[in-house]
Protein backbone atom coordinates (compact mmCIF):
# COMPACT_ATOMS: atom_id res chain seq x y z
CA UNK A 1 0.00 0.00 0.00
CA UNK A 2 0.95 3.44 -0.42
CA UNK A 3 1.91 5.66 2.30
CA UNK A 4 3.57 7.83 4.36
CA UNK A 5 4.39 6.43 7.76
CA UNK A 6 5.52 8.39 10.74
CA UNK A 7 6.53 7.51 13.95
CA UNK A 8 6.17 7.93 16.33
CA UNK A 9 2.13 8.89 16.74
CA UNK A 10 2.23 10.25 20.33
CA UNK A 11 5.00 11.09 22.11
CA UNK A 12 5.71 13.15 25.20
CA UNK A 13 8.90 14.12 26.46
CA UNK A 14 10.72 16.92 28.95
CA UNK A 15 12.00 20.21 27.76
CA UNK A 16 15.61 19.83 26.62
CA UNK A 17 15.89 16.26 25.68
CA UNK A 18 16.96 15.71 22.00
CA UNK A 19 14.24 13.44 19.92
CA UNK A 20 13.80 12.61 16.44
CA UNK A 21 10.27 11.76 14.88
CA UNK A 22 10.77 9.54 11.13
CA UNK A 23 8.88 9.56 8.09
CA UNK A 24 9.08 6.81 5.28
CA UNK A 25 7.24 7.16 1.72
CA UNK A 26 7.08 3.90 -0.15
CA UNK A 27 5.99 5.91 -3.29
CA UNK A 28 9.29 6.80 -4.85
CA UNK A 29 8.56 10.54 -3.92
CA UNK A 30 10.98 13.21 -4.89
CA UNK A 31 9.51 15.56 -2.77
CA UNK A 32 8.93 15.45 0.86
CA UNK A 33 8.49 18.06 3.77
CA UNK A 34 7.26 18.37 7.59
CA UNK A 35 4.18 20.44 8.93
CA UNK A 36 3.06 21.48 12.40
CA UNK A 37 -0.55 21.77 12.86
CA UNK A 38 -1.90 24.14 15.83
CA UNK A 39 -5.63 25.20 16.56
CA UNK A 40 -6.29 28.18 14.56
CA UNK A 41 -3.18 28.24 12.69
CA UNK A 42 -3.92 25.38 10.12
CA UNK A 43 -0.98 23.88 8.63
CA UNK A 44 2.34 25.41 8.93
CA UNK A 45 5.82 24.01 6.99
CA UNK A 46 8.92 23.38 8.82
CA UNK A 47 11.29 22.32 6.44
CA UNK A 48 11.11 20.38 3.04
CA UNK A 49 13.34 18.60 0.86
CA UNK A 50 12.99 18.42 -3.20
CA UNK A 51 15.44 15.54 -3.56
CA UNK A 52 18.48 13.86 -1.32
CA UNK A 53 20.67 15.91 -0.16
CA UNK A 54 18.54 19.46 -0.89
CA UNK A 55 16.55 20.58 1.93
CA UNK A 56 15.24 24.05 2.96
CA UNK A 57 13.39 26.00 4.99
CA UNK A 58 10.08 26.56 5.54
CA UNK A 59 7.96 29.00 7.14
CA UNK A 60 8.58 28.09 11.03
CA UNK A 61 12.43 26.28 11.02
CA UNK A 62 13.27 27.13 14.16
CA UNK A 63 14.23 24.63 16.63
CA UNK A 64 13.94 22.27 14.26
CA UNK A 65 16.62 19.83 12.23
CA UNK A 66 16.27 17.82 8.99
CA UNK A 67 17.97 15.53 6.73
CA UNK A 68 17.55 13.52 3.58
CA UNK A 69 20.17 11.06 2.88
CA UNK A 70 17.89 8.11 1.27
CA UNK A 71 15.35 8.88 -0.68
CA UNK A 72 12.74 7.46 1.25
CA UNK A 73 13.15 8.92 4.52
CA UNK A 74 12.92 12.64 6.18
CA UNK A 75 13.40 13.02 10.03
CA UNK A 76 12.38 15.36 11.93
CA UNK A 77 15.16 16.21 14.83
CA UNK A 78 14.26 18.06 17.73
CA UNK A 79 17.58 18.77 19.36
CA UNK A 80 16.40 20.76 22.49
CA UNK A 81 12.61 20.45 22.45
CA UNK A 82 10.80 23.41 24.34
CA UNK A 83 6.93 23.66 25.53
CA UNK A 84 6.34 25.86 22.40
CA UNK A 85 6.76 23.08 20.35
CA UNK A 86 3.91 20.85 21.44
CA UNK A 87 1.61 20.46 18.52
CA UNK A 88 0.38 17.90 16.08
CA UNK A 89 3.43 16.99 13.20
CA UNK A 90 2.98 15.80 9.62
CA UNK A 91 5.09 14.44 7.60
CA UNK A 92 3.63 14.92 3.54
CA UNK A 93 5.53 13.49 0.47
CA UNK A 94 5.11 14.02 -3.60
CA UNK A 95 5.91 12.55 -6.52
CA UNK A 96 7.39 15.87 -7.72
CA UNK A 97 8.60 19.18 -6.87
CA UNK A 98 5.24 21.20 -8.56
CA UNK A 99 3.03 19.00 -6.52
CA UNK A 100 0.60 18.31 -8.94
CA UNK A 101 -0.82 15.43 -7.84
CA UNK A 102 -1.05 16.83 -3.97
CA UNK A 103 0.47 15.77 -1.07
CA UNK A 104 0.01 12.16 0.72
CA UNK A 105 0.33 12.93 4.64
CA UNK A 106 1.32 10.32 7.07
CA UNK A 107 -1.05 10.07 9.78
CA UNK A 108 0.79 12.70 12.41
CA UNK A 109 2.68 12.78 15.22
CA UNK A 110 1.38 14.43 18.56
CA UNK A 111 4.57 15.70 20.39
CA UNK A 112 4.44 17.10 23.88
CA UNK A 113 7.01 19.40 25.71
CA UNK A 114 6.69 19.18 29.13
CA UNK B 1 4.58 34.52 -1.48
CA UNK B 2 1.51 33.02 -2.13
CA UNK B 3 -1.81 33.03 1.17
CA UNK B 4 -4.81 31.19 1.70
CA UNK B 5 -7.75 32.72 3.23
CA UNK B 6 -10.52 30.17 4.35
CA UNK B 7 -13.54 32.94 5.52
CA UNK B 8 -14.92 30.76 7.63
CA UNK B 9 -13.43 28.59 11.21
CA UNK B 10 -16.66 27.35 11.59
CA UNK B 11 -19.60 25.96 9.39
CA UNK B 12 -22.32 24.42 11.72
CA UNK B 13 -25.35 22.76 9.25
CA UNK B 14 -27.60 20.31 9.09
CA UNK B 15 -28.28 16.97 7.89
CA UNK B 16 -28.88 17.32 4.19
CA UNK B 17 -28.87 20.93 3.76
CA UNK B 18 -26.36 21.82 1.25
CA UNK B 19 -22.76 23.41 2.00
CA UNK B 20 -20.11 25.87 0.81
CA UNK B 21 -16.52 26.74 2.16
CA UNK B 22 -15.00 29.76 1.10
CA UNK B 23 -11.62 30.32 -0.16
CA UNK B 24 -9.59 33.03 -1.17
CA UNK B 25 -5.88 32.78 -2.72
CA UNK B 26 -3.29 35.37 -3.50
CA UNK B 27 -0.61 35.23 -5.52
CA UNK B 28 1.57 36.49 -8.51
CA UNK B 29 1.95 33.61 -10.55
CA UNK B 30 -0.30 30.90 -11.75
CA UNK B 31 -1.34 28.24 -8.77
CA UNK B 32 -2.43 24.62 -8.37
CA UNK B 33 -5.31 24.63 -5.88
CA UNK B 34 -6.69 21.67 -3.39
CA UNK B 35 -9.33 20.92 -0.69
CA UNK B 36 -8.04 18.59 2.04
CA UNK B 37 -10.18 16.61 4.77
CA UNK B 38 -9.43 15.82 7.80
CA UNK B 39 -11.73 13.65 9.99
CA UNK B 40 -10.71 13.41 13.78
CA UNK B 41 -7.75 12.54 14.97
CA UNK B 42 -6.30 11.47 11.16
CA UNK B 43 -4.31 12.87 8.58
CA UNK B 44 -5.31 14.73 5.88
CA UNK B 45 -6.88 13.35 2.73
CA UNK B 46 -6.93 15.15 -1.04
CA UNK B 47 -10.71 15.79 -1.61
CA UNK B 48 -10.07 17.29 -4.88
CA UNK B 49 -7.88 19.44 -6.84
CA UNK B 50 -7.85 22.27 -9.90
CA UNK B 51 -4.96 22.52 -12.25
CA UNK B 52 -5.87 23.83 -15.36
CA UNK B 53 -8.96 23.36 -18.03
CA UNK B 54 -12.55 23.06 -16.49
CA UNK B 55 -13.10 25.62 -13.60
CA UNK B 56 -15.74 23.25 -12.09
CA UNK B 57 -13.50 20.13 -10.50
CA UNK B 58 -15.76 17.00 -8.75
CA UNK B 59 -13.75 15.02 -6.08
CA UNK B 60 -14.71 12.30 -3.59
CA UNK B 61 -17.33 12.14 -1.77
CA UNK B 62 -19.61 14.38 -3.96
CA UNK B 63 -17.73 17.36 -3.19
CA UNK B 64 -17.24 19.71 -6.00
CA UNK B 65 -15.69 23.12 -6.26
CA UNK B 66 -15.01 26.27 -8.55
CA UNK B 67 -11.91 27.81 -9.59
CA UNK B 68 -12.71 31.65 -9.92
CA UNK B 69 -9.53 33.24 -11.24
CA UNK B 70 -11.22 36.71 -11.56
CA UNK B 71 -12.24 36.53 -7.77
CA UNK B 72 -9.68 34.27 -6.72
CA UNK B 73 -11.61 32.30 -5.23
CA UNK B 74 -11.73 28.60 -4.94
CA UNK B 75 -15.06 27.57 -3.33
CA UNK B 76 -16.07 23.83 -1.84
CA UNK B 77 -19.60 22.76 -1.84
CA UNK B 78 -21.82 19.83 -1.59
CA UNK B 79 -25.50 19.40 -2.68
CA UNK B 80 -26.52 17.78 0.22
CA UNK B 81 -23.95 16.85 3.54
CA UNK B 82 -24.30 14.16 5.75
CA UNK B 83 -23.17 13.75 9.66
CA UNK B 84 -20.24 11.82 8.81
CA UNK B 85 -19.05 15.00 6.57
CA UNK B 86 -17.98 16.52 10.31
CA UNK B 87 -14.67 17.04 9.68
CA UNK B 88 -11.97 19.89 8.84
CA UNK B 89 -11.66 21.21 5.76
CA UNK B 90 -8.18 22.96 4.22
CA UNK B 91 -7.90 24.83 1.04
CA UNK B 92 -4.24 24.73 -0.15
CA UNK B 93 -2.71 26.64 -3.12
CA UNK B 94 0.72 25.33 -4.93
CA UNK B 95 2.72 27.74 -6.88
CA UNK B 96 3.49 24.66 -9.17
CA UNK B 97 7.28 24.65 -7.60
CA UNK B 98 6.88 23.26 -4.60
CA UNK B 99 5.47 24.70 -1.23
CA UNK B 100 1.94 23.92 -0.58
CA UNK B 101 0.39 26.97 1.57
CA UNK B 102 -2.53 26.08 3.99
CA UNK B 103 -5.26 28.07 5.31
CA UNK B 104 -5.95 28.03 8.01
CA UNK B 105 -9.18 25.43 8.13
CA UNK B 106 -12.99 25.63 8.27
CA UNK B 107 -14.95 23.48 10.96
CA UNK B 108 -17.88 21.76 8.90
CA UNK B 109 -20.39 20.75 11.83
CA UNK B 110 -22.87 18.52 10.40
CA UNK B 111 -25.72 18.09 12.51
CA UNK B 112 -29.06 16.21 12.64
Known sequence: EAQVTQNPRYLITVTGKKLTVTCSQNMNHEYMSWYRQDPGLGLRQIYYSMNVEVTD?????????????????????????????????????????????????????????? | AQSVTQLDSQVPVFEEAPVELRCNYSSSVSV???????????????????????????????????????????????????????????????DRIGTLTFGKGTMLLVSP
Do not use: M
Open chain 1, 57 to 114: KGDVPEGYKVSRKEKRNFPLILESPSPNQTSLYFCASSLSVGASGGYTFGSGTRLTVV
Open chain 2, 32 to 94: YLFWYVQYPNQGLQLLLKYLSGSTLVKGINGFEAEFNKSQTSFHLRKPSVHISDTAEYFCAVS
